[in-house]
């Protein structure tokens, strides 16, 4: 099993929408969760950690359920500026940090 | 406060030659990664750091080599270049791993062809 699962979409949306992206990682001794978004061609860059207790940020909310081993992140009101790759992304203390393949999202006018 | 440093942002390599891409970080991170990227795929770790002094293989280290002699910098060399090595290349960097607080900073990449 890979250390950090994603479905690589693409998720096609209109402007406005609700649009959820879960990830499933296999060990269950990380400790930090991570979203990232990249631009095509670009560095990746942080959208928001990811805490046990759930956070939110305007519009994104981040949810990690330890029981089950996934994180998820929901998008409220789509803009078309929300269209990138979302990265998940995972870590525990003395190792690396364990990438997903990324979710392709487009929000249509 | 600049971050994460790399440079060149571009470069054109000839097959057979060697280069090295620059990263520094300004944060006092111990902790610093390259990754590559190869169009429309996942990052890559090739080689970490946990520290000045320390360094280890990631997932595909064949063809890199790296130093760590200071906190700030961790060069990435390339020997003897292949086309295979054309990609884009994103030095990161971490205070530590295991905190949610601690995520990593990414550099502006280099875009690296070789021919």
């Known amino acids: 099993r890979k250390e950090v699962e994603q479905d690589p979409g693409p998720f096609n949306v209109p402007e406005g929408a609700t649009v959820a992206f879960n990830c499933t990682y296999s060990?269950?001794?990380?400790?930090?969760f991570f979203w990232y978004r990249q631009d095509c061609r670009k560095e990746p860059k942080l959208l928001m950690s990811?805490?046990?207790s759930g956070n939110e940020d305007g519009r994104f909310t981040a949810q990690l359920n330890r029981a089950s081993q996934y994180i998820s992140l929901l998008i409220r009101d789509s803009k078309l500026s929300d269209s990138a790759t979302y990265l998940c992304?995972?870590?525990?203390?003395?190792?690396?940090?364990?990438f997903g393949t990324g979710t392709s999202l487009t929000v249509i006018p | 406060n600049a971050g994460v440093t790399q440079t060149p942002k571009f470069h054109i390599l000839k097959i057979g030659q060697s280069m090295t891409l620059q990263c520094t970080q300004d944060m006092n991170h111990n902790y610093m990664y390259w990754y590559r990227q190869d169009p429309g795929m996942g990052l890559k770790l090739i080689y970490y750091?946990?520290?000045?002094?320390?360094?280890d293989k990631g997932e595909v280290p064949n063809g890199y080599n790296v130093s760590r002699s200071t906190t700030e910098d961790f060069p990435l060399r390339l020997e003897l270049a292949a086309p295979s090595q054309t990609s884009v290349y994103f030095c990161?960097?971490?205070?530590?791993?295991?905190?949610?607080?601690?995520?990593?900073?990414f550099g502006n990449g280099t875009r690296l062809t070789v021919t």
């Open positions: 060990n269950s001794a990380s400790q930090s």
């Open positions: 750091s946990v520290g000045a002094g320390i360094t």
């Open positions: 990161a960097s971490s205070l530590n791993q295991g905190s949610p607080n601690s995520p990593l900073h």
């Open positions: 990811v805490y046990s």
């Open positions: 992304v995972r870590g525990y203390t003395g190792n690396q940090f364990y």
